[in-house]
């Protein structure tokens, strides 16, 4: 008889502070903490990782809702410059780092004192109101089959306080992992949450193609039309097709755990009215 998973009256480790997020490098207690757990639990046949920005959480509308505030808070000029600054530090780090762009506009004009109600409107912005409809729902549904984890890029301090802020480091029981470059930390992905198989949810056809590269069958990879880049035909036409495209984050409730075997196998077909999977090529 094949062994089932979670084993009967037992649950997936969890994280031992739930919502103590932040980037995964040079923490020795969190790097061993799947090492420490494999040793009592086999690995998971799957684990499904999400991207946050675009994919559960409406990024766009966020930067929307900061632009109207810089311009009300500093003017047109002052938030042009702003962006200047944010758009400098993303070539320079390889992420957003909005935090950082407000402390070199301070660097630059140190006596523009509004800057100060734009770092509490980032603080405090409500970002539980910015999530997609059902994308909590998606995380519990996908974790019926396995753990979900968030697999992200961005900074140390305001992308672990929008994670935490919306639900979704809730929702996932902590499991957070935030990187510089994500497609660049497999390994250490696959250290801290082995599986046989992985599925990941994103609105970066880029990133999506570069994981399948390095994984190949090991990885399913789902492709949601959410946001700027996943609905730029000139992004999109520069990469190859995902294993699984989906309109809105919600069409994932549509899915069962038959929708992602590893590439090879035969799964079952959609049932009618399901989103239509996009056909993998061979070689891909």
Same mark, same amino acid.
């Given at each position: 008889?094949?062994?089932?998973?979670?084993?009967? !009256?037992?649950?997936?480790? @969890?994280?031992? !502070?739930?919502?103590?997020?932040?980037?995964?490098? *040079?923490?020795? %207690?969190?790097? !061993?903490? *799947?090492?420490?757990?494999?040793?009592?639990? +086999?690995?998971?046949?799957a684990?499904?990782?999400?991207?946050?920005?675009?994919?559960? #959480?409406?990024?766009?509308?966020?930067?929307?809702?900061?632009?109207k505030?810089?311009? /009300?808070?500093?003017?047109?000029?002052? &938030?042009?410059?702003?962006?200047?600054?944010?758009?400098?530090?993303r070539?320079?780090?390889?992420?957003?780092?909005?935090?950082?762009?407000?402390q070199?506009?301070? &660097?630059?004009? +140190?006596? $523009?004192?509004?800057?100060?109600?734009?770092?509490?409107?980032?603080?405090?912005?409500?970002?539980?109101?910015?999530?997609?409809?059902?994308?909590?729902?998606?995380?519990?549904?996908?974790?019926?089959w396995?753990?979900?984890?968030?697999? %992200?890029?961005?900074?140390?301090?305001?992308?672990?306080? @929008?994670?935490?802020?919306?639900?979704?480091?809730?929702a =996932?029981?902590?499991?957070?992992?935030?990187?510089?470059?994500?497609?660049?930390?497999?390994?250490?992905?696959?250290?801290?949450?082995?599986?046989?198989?992985? =599925?990941?949810?994103?609105? /970066?056809?880029?990133i #999506? &193609? &570069?994981? @399948? @590269?390095?994984?190949?069958?090991?990885v399913?990879?789902?492709?949601?039309?959410?946001?700027?880049?996943?609905?730029?035909?000139?992004?999109?036409?520069?990469?190859p097709?995902?294993?699984?495209?989906?309109?809105?984050?919600?069409?994932?409730? *549509?899915?069962?755990?038959?929708?992602?075997?590893?590439?090879?196998?035969?799964?079952?077909?959609?049932?009618? $009215?399901?989103?239509?999977?996009?056909?993998?090529? +061979? $070689?891909?």
């Amino acid at each position: 008889m094949p062994r089932s998973w979670p084993p009967p !009256n037992a649950a997936w480790p @969890k994280a031992r !502070n739930k919502c103590s997020i932040g980037t995964p490098q *040079n923490n020795p %207690s969190e790097a !061993n903490l *799947n090492t420490k757990t494999s040793r009592f639990f +086999p690995p998971p046949r799957a684990v499904f990782l999400f991207d946050v920005d675009n994919t559960l #959480l409406d990024n766009d509308r966020v930067i929307a809702d900061l632009e109207k505030y810089l311009e /009300k808070e500093v003017g047109p000029r002052g &938030a042009r410059q702003y962006w200047k600054f944010f758009e400098e530090l993303r070539d320079e780090l390889g992420y957003a780092d909005y935090l950082g762009a407000l402390q070199r506009y301070r &660097a630059k004009y +140190p006596h $523009g004192l509004r800057l100060l109600t734009i770092s509490r409107f980032l603080i405090n912005y409500p970002f539980a109101d910015r999530l997609f409809p059902n994308s909590l729902e998606v995380l519990a549904h996908c974790r019926q089959w396995g753990p979900t984890v968030l697999l %992200s890029d961005g900074d140390v301090v305001f992308q672990p306080r @929008k994670i935490d802020c919306s639900g979704l480091c809730d929702a =996932v029981e902590g499991r957070v992992l935030i990187y510089v470059h994500k497609e660049l930390e497999l390994a250490d992905v696959a250290r801290r949450h082995p599986a046989r198989h992985y =599925v990941m949810v994103g609105d /970066k056809l880029r990133i #999506l &193609a &570069a994981m @399948k @590269k390095v994984w190949r069958a090991r990885v399913t990879t789902v492709f949601v039309r959410q946001g700027h880049y996943a609905t730029d035909p000139r992004i999109t036409a520069a990469h190859p097709a995902a294993d699984i495209t989906l309109e809105r984050i919600g069409d994932l409730l *549509n899915y069962d755990e038959l929708s992602f075997p590893p590439c090879g196998r035969t799964a079952a077909a959609p049932a009618p $009215g399901r989103p239509v999977r996009t056909p993998v090529r +061979p $070689g891909r």
